[in-house]
Structure formats: C-alpha cells, structure tokens
C-alpha cells in the first residue's frame, strides 16, 4: 500500500521559515517525479514546486520561486520543502504528490498518482 504522509506545518510569523517533510512507503520513491501542491483557503488547489527522480531539476511556481527549495532524499523515501520569507498568503494546506510520467517543469495535480492528506500552513501577519 502506497502512503504519502507530510509534516512539519504549522504556525508561523510572517517572514519566518517552515521545513515540511513527505515520507513516503510502498513504493520505489527514486522512480517517481514529486511534487508539492497547496490549496488554500477557499481556493484551488495549485502547484508549488516539482523535483526530478535523481533531484537533478527543479521547478517552482513563479510567487515560490527564490524562497522556497525542493529536495529530496532516494535512500529516505523522503521530499522536502524549505519554505522562507513567508507570507500571509502562503497559509495553505499543503500535499505531497508522486507522478510516474516523464519529468517536465511543470504536470498538473491530474496526472500525479499518489497523494498525502496535507499538512497545515498558517502564516500570521
């Protein structure tokens, strides 16, 4: 059984910074593209960030891009998210996403094939 399971949300100050982690089971982790997706409240989920199998790319939404960092570790099963600088409108449940397709810069939430249940973000002003 395939099992995404994020953490690492929470509270935070706008500015601060948050480190969520996706550990993942049940599948071989470095045959699949991740990504990170968000949705906030009363919104769409939408894309934040994918990464590569080896990690070798990288692609962020463009309002992500330069204060968060993807990453991942293959002998952990385990995807990153360093989150800095942040805002009041990052507050967001945030998920984990595995997709099996060939890596492009960016794949819609509709071709991933496994999910996590979302961790919380909240950013106060």
């Known amino acids: 059984q395939v099992q995404l399971e994020e953490s690492g949300g929470g509270l935070v100050q706008a500015g601060g910074s948050l480190r969520l982690s996706c550990a993942t089971s049940g599948l071989t982790f470095s045959r699949y593209v991740m990504g990170w997706f968000r949705q906030p409240p009363g919104a769409e989920r939408e894309f934040v960030a994918t990464?590569?199998?080896?990690?070798?790319?990288?692609y962020y939404a463009d309002s992500m891009r330069g204060r968060f960092t993807i990453s991942r570790d293959n002998p952990k099963n385990t995807l990153y998210l360093q989150m800095n600088s942040l805002k009041p409108e990052d507050t967001a449940v945030y998920y984990c996403?595995?997709?099996?397709?060939?890596?492009?810069?960016?794949?819609?939430?509709?071709?991933?094939?496994?999910w996590g249940q979302g961790t919380q973000v909240t950013v106060s002003s």
């Open positions: 996403a595995a997709y099996s397709g060939v890596y492009s810069d960016y794949s819609p939430a509709r071709q991933y094939d496994y």
């Open positions: 990464i590569s199998r080896a990690g070798s790319h990288t």
